[in-house]
Protein backbone atom coordinates (compact mmCIF):
# COMPACT_ATOMS: atom_id res chain seq x y z
CA UNK A 1 0.00 0.00 0.00
CA UNK A 2 2.89 2.49 0.88
CA UNK A 3 1.10 4.79 2.40
CA UNK A 4 -1.44 3.05 5.64
CA UNK A 5 -2.19 5.98 7.98
CA UNK A 6 -5.93 6.64 9.58
CA UNK A 7 -7.27 8.92 6.39
CA UNK A 8 -6.92 5.75 4.50
CA UNK A 9 -9.19 3.68 6.77
CA UNK A 10 -12.73 4.19 6.22
CA UNK A 11 -15.29 2.56 8.52
CA UNK A 12 -19.31 2.63 6.99
CA UNK A 13 -22.15 2.84 9.02
CA UNK A 14 -22.24 -1.08 9.34
CA UNK A 15 -18.81 -1.22 10.67
CA UNK A 16 -17.19 -2.73 7.52
CA UNK A 17 -13.20 -0.76 7.33
CA UNK A 18 -11.96 0.07 3.67
CA UNK A 19 -8.47 0.24 3.22
CA UNK A 20 -8.44 3.42 0.47
CA UNK A 21 -5.83 5.31 -1.68
CA UNK A 22 -4.00 3.01 -3.25
CA UNK A 23 -2.31 5.59 -5.72
CA UNK A 24 0.94 4.80 -4.15
CA UNK A 25 1.19 1.51 -3.73
CA UNK A 26 3.61 -0.69 -5.70
CA UNK A 27 4.21 -4.08 -6.01
CA UNK A 28 7.13 -5.86 -3.59
CA UNK A 29 10.36 -5.23 -5.43
CA UNK A 30 9.29 -2.02 -7.49
CA UNK A 31 11.88 0.89 -6.96
CA UNK A 32 10.23 3.30 -4.33
CA UNK A 33 8.26 6.32 -6.37
CA UNK A 34 7.98 8.98 -3.77
CA UNK A 35 7.97 9.48 0.08
CA UNK A 36 4.62 8.49 2.06
CA UNK A 37 3.17 10.76 4.64
CA UNK A 38 5.30 12.23 7.15
CA UNK A 39 4.80 10.80 10.52
CA UNK A 40 3.40 7.43 9.40
CA UNK A 41 6.37 6.35 6.72
CA UNK A 42 9.20 4.69 7.72
CA UNK A 43 12.88 7.04 7.45
CA UNK A 44 13.76 4.53 4.76
CA UNK A 45 10.97 5.13 2.90
CA UNK A 46 12.48 8.60 1.67
CA UNK A 47 15.33 7.06 -0.19
CA UNK A 48 14.32 6.27 -3.73
CA UNK A 49 17.13 3.94 -4.36
CA UNK A 50 15.21 1.94 -2.17
CA UNK A 51 12.33 -0.77 -3.52
CA UNK A 52 9.01 -1.85 -2.08
CA UNK A 53 8.49 -4.67 0.67
CA UNK A 54 6.39 -5.54 3.39
CA UNK A 55 8.39 -3.70 6.20
CA UNK A 56 6.93 -0.53 4.92
CA UNK A 57 3.52 -1.08 5.44
CA UNK A 58 3.92 -2.84 8.55
CA UNK A 59 6.08 0.20 10.10
CA UNK A 60 3.25 2.50 8.71
CA UNK A 61 0.83 0.15 10.18
CA UNK A 62 2.32 0.21 14.06
CA UNK A 63 2.67 4.38 13.25
CA UNK A 64 -1.52 4.23 12.87
CA UNK A 65 -1.99 1.86 15.50
CA UNK A 66 -0.01 4.36 17.85
CA UNK A 67 -2.27 7.13 16.63
CA UNK A 68 -5.72 4.82 17.43
CA UNK A 69 -4.26 4.53 21.08
CA UNK A 70 -3.94 8.15 21.23
CA UNK A 71 -7.46 9.00 20.49
CA UNK A 72 -7.84 6.30 23.07
CA UNK A 73 -6.33 8.70 25.72
CA UNK A 74 -9.57 10.02 26.35
CA UNK A 75 -11.14 6.79 26.93
CA UNK A 76 -8.93 6.02 29.16
CA UNK A 77 -9.59 8.91 31.55
CA UNK A 78 -13.46 7.65 31.32
CA UNK A 79 -12.17 4.68 33.03
CA UNK A 80 -10.00 5.80 35.46
CA UNK A 81 -12.74 8.38 36.64
CA UNK A 82 -15.10 5.20 36.80
CA UNK A 83 -12.53 3.80 39.36
CA UNK A 84 -11.27 6.58 41.66
CA UNK A 85 -11.93 5.58 45.44
CA UNK A 86 -13.35 8.25 46.20
CA UNK A 87 -17.19 8.39 45.81
CA UNK A 88 -17.23 11.85 45.51
CA UNK A 89 -15.17 12.26 42.89
CA UNK A 90 -16.27 9.31 40.70
CA UNK A 91 -19.17 9.54 37.95
CA UNK A 92 -22.37 9.47 39.95
CA UNK A 93 -24.50 7.92 36.95
CA UNK A 94 -24.36 6.75 33.97
CA UNK A 95 -25.75 9.71 32.05
CA UNK A 96 -22.26 11.26 32.83
CA UNK A 97 -20.55 8.91 31.05
CA UNK A 98 -22.29 8.68 28.53
CA UNK A 99 -22.08 12.63 27.83
CA UNK A 100 -18.60 12.25 28.10
CA UNK A 101 -18.42 10.21 25.13
CA UNK A 102 -20.79 12.15 22.89
CA UNK A 103 -18.47 15.10 23.88
CA UNK A 104 -15.24 12.97 22.62
CA UNK A 105 -17.80 11.80 19.07
CA UNK A 106 -17.99 15.48 18.87
CA UNK A 107 -14.96 16.61 19.06
CA UNK A 108 -13.62 13.88 16.68
CA UNK A 109 -16.51 14.32 14.04
CA UNK A 110 -15.91 17.91 13.97
CA UNK A 111 -11.69 17.28 13.90
CA UNK A 112 -12.91 15.56 11.39
CA UNK A 113 -15.19 17.62 8.75
CA UNK A 114 -12.37 20.19 9.67
CA UNK A 115 -9.84 18.38 8.03
CA UNK A 116 -12.23 17.82 5.16
CA UNK A 117 -12.88 21.33 5.02
CA UNK A 118 -9.20 22.21 4.40
CA UNK A 119 -8.56 19.33 2.30
CA UNK A 120 -11.38 20.91 0.00
CA UNK A 121 -10.51 24.03 0.31
CA UNK A 122 -6.61 23.09 -0.54
CA UNK A 123 -7.48 20.88 -3.46
CA UNK A 124 -9.92 23.84 -4.92
CA UNK A 125 -7.23 26.43 -4.93
CA UNK A 126 -4.74 24.17 -6.59
CA UNK A 127 -7.52 23.60 -9.09
CA UNK A 128 -7.92 27.32 -9.46
CA UNK A 129 -3.92 27.94 -9.92
CA UNK A 130 -3.81 25.15 -12.33
CA UNK A 131 -6.33 26.67 -14.34
CA UNK A 132 -5.12 30.29 -14.56
CA UNK A 133 -1.51 28.95 -15.00
CA UNK A 134 -3.27 27.13 -18.08
CA UNK A 135 -5.15 29.96 -19.33
CA UNK A 136 -2.10 32.60 -19.12
CA UNK A 137 0.07 29.80 -20.94
CA UNK A 138 -3.07 29.92 -23.22
CA UNK A 139 -3.28 33.43 -23.98
CA UNK A 140 0.28 33.99 -24.48
CA UNK A 141 0.50 31.14 -26.71
CA UNK A 142 -2.37 32.90 -29.00
CA UNK A 143 -0.99 36.46 -28.47
CA UNK A 144 2.56 35.21 -29.90
CA UNK A 145 0.72 33.38 -32.62
CA UNK A 146 -1.16 36.46 -33.81
CA UNK A 147 1.91 38.62 -33.26
CA UNK A 148 3.77 36.44 -35.89
CA UNK A 149 1.49 37.28 -38.86
CA UNK A 150 3.48 39.63 -41.16
CA UNK A 151 0.53 42.18 -41.15
CA UNK A 152 -0.12 42.81 -37.64
CA UNK A 153 4.21 43.08 -37.86
CA UNK A 154 3.96 45.71 -40.69
CA UNK A 155 0.75 47.70 -38.60
CA UNK A 156 3.54 47.53 -34.76
CA UNK A 157 6.17 48.90 -37.01
CA UNK A 158 4.06 52.19 -38.86
CA UNK A 159 3.08 52.67 -35.09
CA UNK A 160 6.49 52.80 -34.03
CA UNK A 161 7.70 54.77 -36.83
CA UNK A 162 5.07 57.58 -36.25
CA UNK A 163 6.14 57.17 -32.67
CA UNK A 164 9.80 58.02 -33.61
CA UNK A 165 8.70 60.89 -36.10
CA UNK A 166 7.25 62.26 -32.74
CA UNK A 167 3.55 62.64 -33.95
CA UNK A 168 2.19 60.91 -31.08
CA UNK A 169 2.35 62.33 -28.36
CA UNK A 170 1.08 60.42 -25.37
CA UNK A 171 -2.18 58.74 -26.75
CA UNK A 172 -2.57 61.42 -29.96
CA UNK A 173 -3.04 59.85 -33.10
CA UNK A 174 -4.37 56.55 -34.41
CA UNK A 175 -4.19 54.12 -36.83
CA UNK A 176 -6.81 51.21 -38.54
CA UNK A 177 -5.87 48.73 -41.30
CA UNK A 178 -8.19 46.80 -43.00
CA UNK A 179 -7.42 43.52 -42.80
CA UNK A 180 -7.39 40.63 -46.08
CA UNK A 181 -9.43 37.70 -45.53
CA UNK A 182 -6.59 35.39 -46.28
CA UNK A 183 -4.92 37.39 -43.20
CA UNK A 184 -7.89 37.02 -41.04
CA UNK A 185 -7.90 32.98 -42.41
CA UNK A 186 -4.49 33.43 -40.35
CA UNK A 187 -4.72 34.28 -36.93
CA UNK A 188 -8.66 33.39 -36.51
CA UNK A 189 -7.89 30.44 -34.24
CA UNK A 190 -6.46 33.16 -31.53
CA UNK A 191 -9.82 34.95 -31.66
CA UNK A 192 -11.81 34.84 -28.64
CA UNK A 193 -15.29 37.18 -29.93
CA UNK A 194 -16.16 39.62 -26.84
CA UNK A 195 -19.52 41.16 -26.91
CA UNK A 196 -21.09 43.65 -29.87
CA UNK A 197 -20.85 47.41 -29.43
CA UNK A 198 -21.97 50.30 -31.67
CA UNK A 199 -19.60 51.85 -34.08
CA UNK A 200 -21.10 54.71 -33.88
CA UNK A 201 -21.99 55.09 -37.56
CA UNK A 202 -22.86 52.96 -40.25
CA UNK A 203 -20.46 51.75 -43.00
CA UNK A 204 -22.45 49.07 -44.70
CA UNK A 205 -20.00 48.49 -47.85
CA UNK A 206 -17.38 47.28 -44.70
CA UNK A 207 -19.91 44.59 -42.64
CA UNK A 208 -18.64 41.57 -41.56
CA UNK A 209 -15.34 42.69 -42.51
CA UNK A 210 -11.85 42.27 -40.11
CA UNK A 211 -10.01 45.78 -38.81
CA UNK A 212 -6.68 45.93 -36.68
CA UNK A 213 -6.94 49.42 -34.89
CA UNK A 214 -5.33 51.28 -32.11
CA UNK A 215 -6.68 51.59 -28.66
CA UNK A 216 -8.22 54.45 -27.13
CA UNK A 217 -6.22 56.41 -25.12
CA UNK A 218 -3.72 53.97 -26.01
CA UNK A 219 0.09 55.49 -26.25
CA UNK A 220 1.79 54.56 -29.77
CA UNK A 221 5.37 54.67 -27.62
CA UNK A 222 4.17 51.39 -25.72
CA UNK A 223 2.80 49.37 -29.17
CA UNK A 224 6.15 47.69 -29.56
CA UNK A 225 5.95 46.99 -26.25
CA UNK A 226 2.93 45.69 -24.93
CA UNK A 227 1.18 45.43 -28.48
CA UNK A 228 -1.56 43.07 -26.72
CA UNK A 229 -2.48 45.85 -24.44
CA UNK A 230 -1.93 48.82 -27.14
CA UNK A 231 -4.30 47.92 -29.78
CA UNK A 232 -7.11 45.18 -30.78
CA UNK A 233 -8.34 43.49 -33.89
CA UNK A 234 -12.83 44.14 -34.29
CA UNK A 235 -15.11 42.42 -36.62
CA UNK A 236 -17.76 44.74 -38.17
CA UNK A 237 -21.52 42.81 -38.01
CA UNK A 238 -23.32 42.13 -41.56
CA UNK A 239 -24.85 45.56 -41.02
CA UNK A 240 -21.42 47.87 -40.50
CA UNK A 241 -23.32 49.25 -37.69
CA UNK A 242 -21.78 47.34 -34.48
CA UNK A 243 -17.92 45.93 -33.97
CA UNK A 244 -16.71 43.42 -31.81
CA UNK A 245 -13.20 43.14 -30.24
CA UNK A 246 -11.90 39.58 -31.69
CA UNK A 247 -8.26 39.65 -30.39
CA UNK A 248 -6.05 42.30 -28.55
CA UNK A 249 -6.64 45.51 -25.63
CA UNK A 250 -5.96 42.46 -22.94
CA UNK A 251 -6.39 44.89 -19.88
CA UNK A 252 -9.98 46.29 -21.49
CA UNK A 253 -10.38 49.01 -23.26
CA UNK A 254 -12.10 50.16 -26.54
CA UNK A 255 -11.01 50.89 -30.27
CA UNK A 256 -9.49 54.44 -30.78
CA UNK A 257 -12.41 57.48 -30.89
CA UNK A 258 -11.76 58.18 -34.53
CA UNK A 259 -12.80 55.04 -35.24
CA UNK A 260 -16.00 56.35 -36.86
CA UNK A 261 -13.38 58.61 -39.35
CA UNK A 262 -11.25 55.87 -39.74
CA UNK A 263 -14.04 53.13 -40.99
CA UNK A 264 -16.24 56.07 -42.70
CA UNK A 265 -12.57 56.92 -44.55
CA UNK A 266 -12.03 53.42 -45.51
CA UNK A 267 -15.28 52.71 -46.46
CA UNK A 268 -15.27 55.75 -48.93
CA UNK A 269 -11.52 54.51 -50.12
CA UNK A 270 -12.62 50.87 -50.53
CA UNK A 271 -15.88 52.22 -52.88
CA UNK A 272 -12.79 54.31 -54.93
CA UNK A 273 -10.40 50.98 -55.18
CA UNK A 274 -10.29 47.89 -53.10
CA UNK A 275 -6.68 48.36 -52.99
CA UNK A 276 -7.21 50.93 -49.71
CA UNK A 277 -6.34 49.06 -47.00
CA UNK A 278 -4.56 51.50 -44.66
CA UNK A 279 -5.90 55.12 -42.85
CA UNK A 280 -3.57 57.03 -40.43
CA UNK A 281 -4.08 59.55 -38.29
CA UNK A 282 -1.42 61.67 -36.73
CA UNK A 283 -0.68 64.67 -34.92
CA UNK A 284 2.20 66.40 -37.75
CA UNK A 285 3.71 69.30 -36.38
CA UNK A 286 3.86 71.40 -38.97
CA UNK A 287 0.95 70.59 -40.79
CA UNK A 288 -0.70 71.68 -37.33
CA UNK A 289 1.24 74.84 -37.06
CA UNK A 290 0.74 75.97 -40.79
CA UNK A 291 -3.16 75.89 -40.08
CA UNK A 292 -2.34 79.15 -37.61
CA UNK A 293 -1.68 80.93 -40.53
CA UNK A 294 -2.36 79.66 -43.87
CA UNK A 295 -5.86 80.21 -45.23
CA UNK A 296 -7.70 77.02 -44.46
CA UNK A 297 -8.49 76.01 -47.93
CA UNK A 298 -7.78 72.77 -49.87
CA UNK A 299 -6.34 75.27 -52.78
CA UNK A 300 -4.10 77.10 -50.88
CA UNK A 301 -2.60 73.85 -48.63
CA UNK A 302 -2.19 71.68 -52.03
CA UNK A 303 -0.58 74.25 -53.62
CA UNK A 304 1.71 75.28 -50.58
CA UNK A 305 2.90 71.91 -49.85
CA UNK A 306 3.97 70.68 -54.04
CA UNK A 307 5.82 74.05 -53.79
CA UNK A 308 7.98 73.32 -50.56
CA UNK A 309 9.32 69.56 -52.25
CA UNK A 310 9.33 68.67 -55.82
CA UNK A 311 8.31 65.13 -55.29
CA UNK A 312 5.08 66.24 -53.34
CA UNK A 313 2.87 66.62 -56.57
CA UNK A 314 3.72 63.11 -57.82
CA UNK A 315 3.09 61.53 -54.10
CA UNK A 316 -0.07 63.18 -53.49
CA UNK A 317 -1.44 64.84 -57.32
CA UNK A 318 -5.05 64.72 -56.17
CA UNK A 319 -4.20 67.48 -53.72
CA UNK A 320 -4.84 67.97 -49.88
CA UNK A 321 -8.84 68.08 -47.60
CA UNK A 322 -9.06 70.47 -45.04
CA UNK A 323 -11.50 70.13 -42.66
CA UNK A 324 -11.76 73.17 -40.32
CA UNK A 325 -11.74 73.30 -36.16
CA UNK A 326 -14.54 70.49 -35.40
CA UNK A 327 -14.72 68.71 -31.40
CA UNK A 328 -12.92 65.23 -32.69
CA UNK A 329 -13.79 61.81 -31.71
CA UNK A 330 -17.57 61.20 -33.26
CA UNK A 331 -19.61 61.03 -35.90
CA UNK A 332 -20.17 64.70 -37.27
CA UNK A 333 -15.46 65.33 -37.64
CA UNK A 334 -15.97 61.76 -39.63
CA UNK A 335 -18.75 62.66 -42.03
CA UNK A 336 -16.56 65.61 -42.91
CA UNK A 337 -13.29 64.16 -43.19
CA UNK A 338 -14.75 60.96 -45.52
CA UNK A 339 -16.28 64.08 -47.50
CA UNK A 340 -13.23 64.97 -48.73
CA UNK A 341 -11.40 61.37 -49.06
CA UNK A 342 -13.64 60.90 -51.73
CA UNK A 343 -11.26 63.72 -53.44
CA UNK A 344 -7.92 63.12 -51.79
CA UNK A 345 -5.70 60.51 -50.00
CA UNK A 346 -4.58 63.23 -47.21
CA UNK A 347 -7.29 65.54 -45.23
CA UNK A 348 -5.20 68.08 -42.47
CA UNK A 349 -8.08 68.69 -39.27
CA UNK A 350 -7.29 72.52 -38.41
CA UNK A 351 -5.44 72.75 -35.16
CA UNK A 352 -5.47 69.19 -34.44
CA UNK A 353 -3.49 66.74 -37.09
CA UNK A 354 -3.89 64.54 -40.21
CA UNK A 355 -5.53 61.62 -41.96
CA UNK A 356 -3.69 60.10 -44.34
CA UNK A 357 -5.50 56.70 -46.39
CA UNK A 358 -2.89 54.21 -48.81
CA UNK A 359 -2.97 50.70 -50.08
CA UNK A 360 -0.13 49.95 -47.57
CA UNK A 361 1.70 50.79 -44.53
CA UNK A 362 4.48 51.92 -46.46
CA UNK A 363 3.19 54.51 -48.78
CA UNK A 364 0.35 55.55 -46.45
CA UNK A 365 3.06 56.13 -43.72
CA UNK A 366 5.46 57.84 -46.66
CA UNK A 367 2.35 59.64 -47.94
CA UNK A 368 1.93 61.79 -44.23
CA UNK A 369 5.76 61.19 -43.97
CA UNK A 370 6.30 63.69 -47.52
CA UNK A 371 3.22 65.94 -46.69
CA UNK A 372 4.53 67.01 -43.26
CA UNK A 373 8.56 67.37 -44.55
CA UNK A 374 6.86 69.71 -46.85
CA UNK A 375 5.16 71.64 -44.53
CA UNK A 376 8.15 71.50 -42.30
CA UNK A 377 10.35 72.90 -45.03
CA UNK A 378 7.72 75.67 -45.56
CA UNK A 379 7.53 76.49 -41.55
CA UNK A 380 11.14 76.80 -42.00
CA UNK A 381 11.06 79.24 -44.77
CA UNK A 382 8.58 81.50 -42.98
CA UNK A 383 10.82 81.50 -40.19
CA UNK A 384 12.98 82.79 -42.67
CA UNK A 385 11.20 85.61 -44.32
CA UNK A 386 7.65 85.98 -44.51
CA UNK A 387 7.66 85.67 -48.84
CA UNK A 388 9.27 83.12 -50.81
CA UNK A 389 12.00 84.59 -53.34
CA UNK A 390 11.53 81.83 -55.73
CA UNK A 391 9.23 79.04 -56.17
CA UNK A 392 7.71 76.46 -58.86
CA UNK A 393 5.79 77.56 -61.40
CA UNK A 394 2.22 76.25 -62.41
CA UNK A 395 3.94 75.74 -65.99
CA UNK A 396 6.42 74.06 -64.16
CA UNK A 397 4.10 71.39 -62.43
CA UNK A 398 2.62 71.04 -65.69
CA UNK A 399 5.29 70.02 -67.26
CA UNK A 400 6.97 67.74 -64.23
CA UNK A 401 3.13 66.03 -64.20
CA UNK A 402 3.86 65.45 -67.94
CA UNK A 403 7.20 63.71 -67.42
CA UNK A 404 6.18 61.50 -64.72
CA UNK A 405 2.69 60.59 -65.81
CA UNK A 406 -0.03 62.36 -63.04
CA UNK A 407 -2.95 64.39 -63.68
CA UNK A 408 -2.51 67.56 -61.52
CA UNK A 409 -5.80 69.24 -61.33
CA UNK A 410 -5.87 72.53 -63.02
CA UNK A 411 -7.56 74.26 -59.61
CA UNK A 412 -4.83 73.97 -57.78
CA UNK A 413 -2.46 75.57 -60.48
CA UNK A 414 -3.69 79.26 -59.93
CA UNK A 415 -1.62 82.34 -61.14
CA UNK A 416 -0.55 84.13 -57.75
P1 LIG B 1 -7.61 57.90 -29.18
O1 LIG B 1 -6.64 57.68 -28.05
O2 LIG B 1 -9.03 57.64 -28.79
O3 LIG B 1 -7.20 57.11 -30.41
O4 LIG B 1 -7.57 59.45 -29.56
C1 LIG B 1 -6.39 60.09 -29.93
C2 LIG B 1 -6.60 61.19 -30.90
O5 LIG B 1 -5.67 61.59 -31.55
C3 LIG B 1 -7.96 61.76 -31.05
O6 LIG B 1 -8.04 62.56 -32.19
ZN1 LIG C 1 -6.03 63.31 -32.90
Known amino acids: HMDLKPENIMLDRSGNIYLIDFGAALFAGEKLSGYGTKNYASKKQAKTEERADIYFDIYSLGKTMESLLKATDAVQKIIEKCL ?113 NPIGTAVPNLAGEYFLVTGSGKYFRNVTIKPEDSICMIELDEKGENYRIVWGLVNGGRPTSELPSHLMNLEVKKLQDERYRVVYHAHTTNVIALTFVLPLEDKVFTREL ?50 AAGFDFDLTFGLMHTAEKSAEILVKTLSMQPTKRQTIT ?23
Open 84 to 196: IDDDAKRYHNIRQIQADFERILRICRMKKGFMVVIAVFCIQNLWNQIQREEKREKEEENNMKFLDAEFVKGFIRMANDGWEQGWHERNGGNLSYRVKPEEVEEVKENFEAREW
Open 306 to 355: WEMATECPVVFPSGIGVVPWMVPGGREIAVATSELMKKYDLAIWAHHGMF
Open 394 to 416: PDEFRHLAKDFGVTLPEEFLYEK
